[in-house]
C-alpha cells in the first residue's frame, strides 16, 4: 500500500520536501529530533488535546491506529445528522490523501473543524496578520496550513459540506480556577492491538468535574479567511499553490520517490544531520546526502569539517549557499557584515568572533583563543565566595494549580557549588520539587536562600536565564493575589542578587552577578566547540588541552573522603583520557539510571538510550514525573538523574572557570 500524504508528512514537505523520503527510513536516515511522546509531553500536547475533549461533552473517539478501520469508523459516526467525532479520519483515496482532525463537529451538511495545538495565545497582543494585514506571520504559518491541509482534504471527501475552520488554542490570558486540574490527564503509551504501532494517548482520570475545566483556559479561534487565503492566493518559496503543493507531495509519498533538494538557510534546522562519528552501518547522515547532490565538497569534508551553517549566529548562511560556499574555510571572512558595535565591555564583537571562527577553520587550527588581559582584569575584580548556580524550569500549558496562569513559568530545581578564594570547592546546596502538583516557585527561593545564606560574595551562571528566572519569581510574590508569609523577606533576596530588567530598573542588587558564557563569548574560542557556547561544549573542548583540570580531575577526588565534597557523586574521575589521546565527556560518565542488567530495559524508556544530558531532557524528565503514573522506584530513579544531572551543570561551570584562571595566571 502506497503511504498516504498525512497532515504530518504535509507538514514535513512543507519544511522540505526532501525530508519525506529520509522520514520514511528512520532506520537508514536517523533523526535528532524528540520521540513523538516526548516531544508532545513537553510541549503538553496530549493534555490540551484531552481538555478540548472535555469541553465537547458527548463526543465520540476514533481510537484504532489502522487507517482503514479508522476511515471506516469515521464514517459510521458522521452517518448520524449531529455528532462531534475526536481523531475523525477523513481520506481522499484517489488522491491519496488522509487527515486524522483533533475534533470534528457534524450537523446536516455543516461541518465544524477544530484544529487543537499547544500553542499559546495572547487575546490583546496575538494576530495572524501582519500589521498591513496583507500577510501571514511566519510563527502562525505552519499552524495554518495545518488546519489549510485538513479542511482541503475534508472539502474533497465531503463536496456537498459546508465547512468553517478553527484553531483551539491555550489562552495566555486566563487564570486557572481548580487546583490539580492537569492530574485528571495521564500520558500513556500503548501498543495498537490492530496495527501493533504504538499509541501515544492521555488517558481521562477522576478529578475536578468537566463543568470544572479551569476557566477559559483554551480558546477557539475562526480562522476561515486565513485558510481562504492560502487555499486560493497563497505562493511557497517556489510559488507553487496550495493545490500544487498537496499534489505534488501525495505523489512524492504515493511513489516513495526522493525530491531533489533545494538548499538553504533552513538546512541549518535539519534534523537529519546527526554526529556522522556516531553512525551505526547503513546509517547515514540526510544534510550529507543533500550537500553531496549540490556541492563539489568530498563526503569527508562534509562530515568532518566545520560546515557554513556552523558559524556563530550567523545570518547569512542562506546567502552563503546561493553562492556555492558550503565549508565555514571558504567563507570570505572580510565579506562578513560588521554592525558598529556598541558595546561598552571590551572583548570579542560578533564580527570579529566570525572571522576568529572562519580564519582557524581555513588554517586548520586547533589552538584555542583566550583574551588573557581582559579575562585577568575580569578575575582580579571579584568578590569571593563564588557562588556557581544552575536553575531548571518547566512551563506547562495547563497550571498545576488554581490562580496559575498557562505557560507560566515553573522553577523545580537548582543546584549550587561554592568556590573559595583558596580554591576550595564544595557542592553547597540543591533543590528538587518531584512532588506531583503545586507551585515549588516560592519553596525554591526558601532553599536558595538557606543555601547561599549570609556568605555574600558573587552569583556566577551560565547565560541569562538564571537572572530572568529570579525576576520572574519576583514578579509573581508581587502580582499573588494570595500573598506568601514571607513575600517581602523572598522579594529582598532576590532582588539583593538579581539585576533587574534595564527597562524597569527599580532595584539596586547588592551583590555582584557574572555571567560565565558572556564570559567565553567576548574571551575565549576553541574550535572544538564547533560553533555552540554551551557548557555542554565548553566543557568537553577545554579539557583536551587543560593541565589544571587533568591533574585536578584525573583522580578519584570529587565526593571522596578529603577531596571534593559531593551530594550525589562517590569517589568520581571526570577526566579521563581515552586511548586515542581524547578526554571522555564528563556528562557521557553519567550513564544509566540503575546499574543492574535487569533494569536496562526501564532505564532506557524511562530515559532513552542517552540518559539525562541537557536541560530539554531534564524538563521532560520532570514533566513525566508529573504527568505518568509510575512506580516509587521510577520516580525515585528520575530523581536521583536529575539531582546528578544539575549537579554536573554547576561542577561544569567551575571547571571552566578554573581552566580560564590557570591560563591567564601563565
Not at 475534508?154 to 490539580?180: E, Q
Not at 546527526?274 to 568530498?298: M, T
Not at 522553577?411 to 557549588?417: G, I, L, N, R, Y
Request: charged share 25%; glycine share 6%; net charge negative.
Amino acid at each position: 500500500m502506497s503511504r498516504r500524504l498525512t497532515t504530518s508528512r504535509f507538514k514535513l514537505g512543507c519544511e522540505c520536501p526532501t525530508k519525506l523520503f529520509y522520514a520514511s527510513r528512520p532506520r537508514q536516515y536517523p533523526s535528532t529530533k524528540d520521540s513523538p511522546f516526548l516531544e508532545a509531553l513537553a510541549q503538553g500536547g496530549y493534555q490540551v488535546g484531552a481538555l478540548a475533549r472535555l469541553m465537547h461533552p458527548g463526543g465520540v473517539e476514533v481510537e484504532t491506529l489502522d487507517e482503514e478501520r479508522a476511515l471506516q469508523e469515521t464514517a459510521r459516526h458522521l452517518g448520524r445528522p449531529e455528532v462531534t467525532v475526536f481523531e475523525a479520519a477523513i481520506g481522499v483515496p484517489d488522491a491519496n490523501l488522509l487527515v486524522r482532525v483533533d475534533v470534528l463537529k457534524k450537523k446536516d451538511a455543516r461541518f465544524e473543524l477544530i484544529e487543537v495545538k499547544a500553542k499559546s495565545w495572547d487575546p490583546a497582543k496575538d494576530s495572524f496578520r501582519n500589521k498591513k494585514g496583507t500577510e501571514l506571520k511566519a510563527e502562525w504559518l505552519p499552524y495554518l496550513l495545518d488546519v489549510a491541509f485538513q479542511a482541503w482534504v475534508l472539502k474533497r471527501a465531503r463536496p456537498d459540506a459546508v465547512v468553517s475552520c478553527h484553531l483551539m488554542l491555550v489562552n495566555k490570558a486566563a487564570t486557572c480556577t481548580v487546583d490539580g486540574l492537569h492530574q485528571r490527564f495521564l500520558a500513556r503509551k500503548s501498543k495498537d492491538a490492530e496495527t501493533g504501532m504504538v499509541r501515544l494517548h492521555c488517558e481521562l482520570r477522576p478529578g475536578p468535574v468537566p463543568a470544572s475545566r479551569g476557566g477559559d483556559l483554551l480558546i477557539t479561534l475562526c480562522v476561515d479567511a486565513e485558510v481562504r487565503y492560502l487555499h486560493e492566493d497563497w505562493r511557497d518559496d517556489e510559488q507553487r499553490s496550495f493545490a500544487q503543493m498537496v499534489g505534488d507531495f501525495a505523489s512524492v509519498c504515493a511513489r516513495d520517490q526522493r525530491v531533489p533538494p533545494n538548499l538553504g538557510a533552513r538546512c541549518k534546522s535539519c534534523e537529519f544531520r546527526p554526529d556522522s562519528a556516531g553512525l551505526l552501518p547503513g546509517q547515514a547522515n540526510g544534510l550529507v546526502e543533500c550537500w553531496l547532490e549540490r556541492s563539489q565538497c568530498s563526503r569527508k569534508d562534509l562530515e568532518t569539517e566545520p560546515l557554513v551553517l556552523d558559524l556563530w549566529n550567523y545570518r547569512g548562511a542562506g546567502e552563503q549557499i546561493d553562492q556555492g560556499v558550503f565549508l565555514l574555510r571558504d567563507v570570505d571572512a572580510d565579506r562578513l557584515q560588521r554592525p558598529a558595535d556598541k558595546e561598552a565591555d571590551p572583548g570579542l564583537s560578533r564580527a570579529a568572533r566570525q572571522a576568529l571562527q572562519i580564519r582557524k577553520a581555513c588554517d586548520g587550527d586547533a589552538v584555542a583563543f583566550l583574551d588573557a588581559v581582559e579575562l585577568q582584569r575580569k578575575i582580579d575584580a571579584l568578590v569571593y565566595p563564588l557562588h556557581f548556580v544552575d536553575f531548571e524550569t518547566a512551563t506547562v500549558a495547563i497550571p498545576f494549580a488554581a490562580d496559575r496562569r498557562p505557560y507560566e513559568l515553573i522553577a523545580f530545581q537548582f543546584s549550587h557549588h561554592v568556590m573559595h578564594e583558596d580554591g576550595r570547592v564544595v557542592h553547597q546546596g540543591q533543590y528538587l520539587d518531584a512532588e506531583r502538583g503545586g507551585f515549588p516557585n516560592y519553596r525554591f527561593v526558601r532553599e536558595l536562600m538557606a543555601s547561599l545564606g549570609s556568605m555574600g560574595g558573587t552569583f556566577v551562571h551560565f547565560a541569562a536565564h538564571e537572572n530572568t528566572v529570579m525576576c520572574q519569581i519576583r514578579r509573581q510574590l508581587l502580582d499573588d493575589p494570595l500573598p506568601a508569609p514571607d513575600r517581602e523577606r523572598l522579594v529582598e533576596f532576590l532582588q539583593a542578587w538579581a539585576t533587574p530588567p534595564s527597562e524597569t530598573a527599580t532595584w539596586q542588587p547588592k551583590h555582584e552577578r557574572v555571567d560565565l558564557h558572556d564570559w567565553i563569548l567576548r574571551h575565549f574560542y576553541d574550535p572544538a566547540m564547533r560553533g555552540s557556547n554551551s557548557i555542554k561544549a565548553v566543557l568537553p573542548a577545554v579539557m583536551h588541552s587543560s593541565k589544571i583540570l587533568e591533574q585536578r580531575y584525573g583522580q578519584r577526588i570529587y565526593g571522596a573522603r578529603g577531596g571534593i565534597p559531593s551530594s550525589n557523586f562517590q569517589d568520581m574521575q571526570w577526566f579521563d583520557r581515552e586511548a586515542n589521546g581524547g578526554v571522555r565527556n564528563p556528562y557521557e560518565s553519567l550513564g544509566p539510571v540503575f546499574s543492574d542488567e535487569a533494569e536496562i530495559g526501564f532505564t532506557q524508556r524511562l530515559f532513552g538510550d542517552e540518559g539525562i544530558h541537557e536541560g530539554g531532557a531534564a524538563m521532560t524528565a520532570y514533566l513525566r514525573m508529573q504527568f505518568e503514573d509510575m512506580t516509587d522506584l521510577e520516580r525515585a530513579a528520575i530523581r536521583a538523574a536529575l539531582l546528578r544531572y544539575c549537579e554536573l551543570d554547576t561542577l561544569a561551570m567551575v571547571m571552566v572557570f578554573e581552566h580560564l584562571k590557570s591560563e591567564v595566571g601563565k
